[in-house]
Nanobody, 115 residues
Framework: QVQLVESGGGLVQPGGSLRLSCAAS????????MYWVRQAPGKGLEWVSQ????????NYADSVKGRFTISRDDTKSTVYLQMNTLKSDDTAVYYC????????WGQGTQVTVSS
Protein backbone atom coordinates (compact mmCIF):
# COMPACT_ATOMS: atom_id res chain seq x y z
CA GLN A 1 0.00 0.00 0.00
CA VAL A 2 1.42 3.34 -1.05
CA GLN A 3 1.73 5.95 1.67
CA LEU A 4 3.17 9.43 1.93
CA VAL A 5 3.00 10.71 5.50
CA GLU A 6 3.91 14.33 6.20
CA SER A 7 4.89 15.57 9.63
CA GLY A 8 6.54 18.55 11.27
CA GLY A 9 3.89 21.19 10.73
CA GLY A 10 2.61 23.46 13.46
CA LEU A 11 2.30 27.00 14.71
CA VAL A 12 5.38 29.19 14.49
CA GLN A 13 6.06 32.90 14.89
CA PRO A 14 7.15 35.02 11.93
CA GLY A 15 10.88 34.63 11.43
CA GLY A 16 10.86 31.15 12.89
CA SER A 17 11.75 27.80 11.36
CA LEU A 18 10.14 24.43 10.80
CA ARG A 19 11.31 21.22 9.20
CA LEU A 20 8.74 19.16 7.36
CA SER A 21 9.26 15.47 6.71
CA CYS A 22 7.49 13.14 4.31
CA ALA A 23 7.97 9.43 4.86
CA ALA A 24 7.20 7.24 1.86
CA SER A 25 6.38 3.55 1.64
CA UNK A 26 4.90 1.08 -0.82
CA UNK A 27 6.82 2.23 -3.90
CA UNK A 28 10.39 2.65 -5.11
CA UNK A 29 11.07 6.03 -3.53
CA UNK A 30 14.49 6.46 -5.13
CA UNK A 31 12.92 6.36 -8.61
CA UNK A 32 10.61 9.28 -8.01
CA UNK A 33 11.08 13.02 -8.19
CA MET A 34 9.68 14.54 -5.04
CA TYR A 35 7.75 17.77 -4.70
CA TRP A 36 6.37 19.98 -1.98
CA VAL A 37 3.13 21.76 -2.87
CA ARG A 38 1.11 24.02 -0.61
CA GLN A 39 -2.40 25.39 -0.43
CA ALA A 40 -3.11 28.58 1.46
CA PRO A 41 -6.59 29.25 2.85
CA GLY A 42 -8.99 30.04 0.03
CA LYS A 43 -6.35 29.62 -2.68
CA GLY A 44 -5.28 26.98 -5.17
CA LEU A 45 -2.33 24.64 -5.08
CA GLU A 46 1.08 26.29 -5.30
CA TRP A 47 4.25 24.43 -6.23
CA VAL A 48 6.96 25.11 -3.64
CA SER A 49 9.97 22.98 -4.44
CA GLN A 50 11.19 19.84 -6.16
CA UNK A 51 14.15 17.49 -6.03
CA UNK A 52 15.30 14.95 -8.61
CA UNK A 53 15.91 11.27 -8.13
CA UNK A 54 19.60 11.77 -7.43
CA UNK A 55 19.05 14.60 -5.00
CA UNK A 56 21.39 16.81 -7.01
CA UNK A 57 18.92 19.07 -8.77
CA UNK A 58 16.53 21.22 -6.82
CA ASN A 59 14.20 24.05 -7.74
CA TYR A 60 12.20 26.53 -5.71
CA ALA A 61 9.35 28.94 -6.19
CA ASP A 62 10.53 32.54 -6.14
CA SER A 63 8.44 33.12 -3.03
CA VAL A 64 10.54 30.68 -0.98
CA LYS A 65 13.93 30.82 -2.70
CA GLY A 66 16.71 31.46 -0.22
CA ARG A 67 14.52 30.54 2.75
CA PHE A 68 13.48 26.92 2.08
CA THR A 69 15.68 23.91 1.39
CA ILE A 70 14.50 20.58 0.04
CA SER A 71 16.47 17.39 0.59
CA ARG A 72 15.97 13.65 0.49
CA ASP A 73 17.33 10.55 2.17
CA ASP A 74 16.71 7.53 0.00
CA THR A 75 17.93 5.19 2.76
CA LYS A 76 14.96 6.38 4.83
CA SER A 77 12.57 6.96 1.90
CA THR A 78 12.03 10.45 3.24
CA VAL A 79 11.99 13.92 1.76
CA TYR A 80 12.43 17.04 3.86
CA LEU A 81 11.62 20.71 3.61
CA GLN A 82 13.62 22.99 5.88
CA MET A 83 11.75 26.27 6.17
CA ASN A 84 13.51 29.28 7.63
CA THR A 85 12.55 32.93 8.09
CA LEU A 86 8.91 32.02 7.87
CA LYS A 87 6.35 34.64 6.92
CA SER A 88 2.60 34.86 7.41
CA ASP A 89 2.24 34.24 3.65
CA ASP A 90 3.75 30.78 4.19
CA THR A 91 0.66 29.74 6.14
CA ALA A 92 -0.80 26.79 4.24
CA VAL A 93 -1.33 23.06 4.17
CA TYR A 94 1.87 21.53 2.80
CA TYR A 95 1.62 18.40 0.68
CA CYS A 96 4.26 15.92 -0.33
CA UNK A 97 3.97 14.68 -3.93
CA UNK A 98 5.83 11.83 -5.64
CA UNK A 99 5.97 11.82 -9.44
CA UNK A 100 7.31 9.05 -11.59
CA UNK A 101 5.58 6.07 -13.09
CA UNK A 102 2.65 7.09 -10.95
CA UNK A 103 1.63 10.22 -9.06
CA UNK A 104 1.19 9.96 -5.29
CA TRP A 105 0.09 12.53 -2.70
CA GLY A 106 0.27 12.75 1.05
CA GLN A 107 -2.53 13.95 3.31
CA GLY A 108 -0.85 17.26 4.12
CA THR A 109 0.44 18.99 7.22
CA GLN A 110 -0.71 22.40 8.44
CA VAL A 111 1.81 25.20 8.82
CA THR A 112 0.59 28.35 10.51
CA VAL A 113 2.84 31.40 10.79
CA SER A 114 1.41 33.88 13.25
CA SER A 115 2.39 35.96 16.23
Amino acid sequence: QVQLVESGGGLVQPGGSLRLSCAASGFTFSSYWMYWVRQAPGKGLEWVSQIDTGGTRTNYADSVKGRFTISRDDTKSTVYLQMNTLKSDDTAVYYCNARGLYNYWGQGTQVTVSS
